[in-house]
């Protein structure tokens, strides 16, 4: 200021240079874009990767974290100058509700990721400090593809883990370059390698191929058949390799999973049954295959669940048990044991969708579903109703409410 008093002529403009010099100046320098429904798709389809702020500006928390945001993106724009290489994006759900509906924002702020416009399952759930968000960016630029110097290294491969290798003639290919972008989405469900040039000569006998190694030394590898260069179908193929058809949820994830924003089909059983579980994985892919997207199928800890469970009046020593949570009730499959029938999963499901498990929820069996004998004078039935076809449980009980519950118990 002293400067100013001696010189009143000197440009203003001069002074600030000085001070973002010395790093003195105010934060506002970032490039945050504002996401609406007329440009959000063309800015995250051409950002290899976007982080995006879902706020909402009453809210203390979103206030907080706007000046960290800005910041996060000051330092990771002077490491990552490509603008399409990282975006960092924001989206007033006040005022862009629609798009708020379409990515299943249910609090504020959210953080969520996209690569080249695909949301990925799992938002930014760690530290909200300048720091901790550059670093998670830092850590989405790193190649998730392992490069072997040599197929001795596949003698060491984890198999405790999902395994996808693929063999190229040259790094420098659109083959690999579609590969790599399918890595870089399910980076966190598989380990990705490959292998090139001399190094991969042998296993490329009939040109560029992948390969999938499943968990387990006795399980057998399977191969990609289709277009190496198409993306859809090699993303397609890879994540029903790398995600498996069922799967647990725990404490830990269950509100990542939540927000895939599809109601759940659980088995609860005893972590040593093993025999239970896999003769619900072997009925969901024969009855339900079709349904997947529609609803999760997951398998659950009886013991860590114990009192999760109470809230379906169940114990541990009632399991196996297999429910449904709708987000909004939970309903119970009548018998573990009618498991095998043809069909009668299928329709669990089905009577879901349909809304009958809600309406029976509420009402009771539906009229269709009365027994012989029984008859309906005014809408009502004249005897006893009989017990519902699915038992009913204690009202709304969201998925949060009955995880907390029990993570408090353990």
Known sequence: MKLLAIYPSLDIRFVTVVLLAMGLSTPGQAEITSLDSANIDDVLN??????????????????????????????????????KQVVFARVDCDQHSDIAQRYRITKYPTLKMFRNGMMMKREYRGQRSVAAIADFIRQQQVNPVKE??????????????RNIIAYFESKDSENYNTYAKVANILRDDCTFLSAFGAISQAERFSGDNIIYKPVGESIAEMVYLGSLTNFDLTYAWAQDKCVPLVREITFENGEELTEEGIPFLILFHV????????????????????????INFLHADCEKFRHPLLHIQKTPADCPVIAIDSFRHMYVYPDYKDLNIPGKLRQFVLDLHSGKLHREFHHGPDPTDSTPGQEETGGEVASSPPESSFQKLAPSETRYTILNRGRDEL
């Open 271 to 294: 972590k040593e049954d093993t025999q239970s579980l896999e003769k619900f994985q072997h009925e969901v892919a024969r009855q339900l295959i079709s349904e997947k997207g529609s």
């Open 46 to 83: 051409n950002a290899a990767v976007s982080i995006v702020n879902f706020y909402a500006d009453w809210c203390r928390f979103s206030q907080m974290l706007h000046p960290i945001f800005e910041e996060s993106s000051n330092i990771v724009r002077e490491e990552f100058p490509e603008t």
């Open 148 to 161: 072997l110097q040599s197929m001795e290294e596949m003698n060491t491969l984890d198999r405790s883990k």
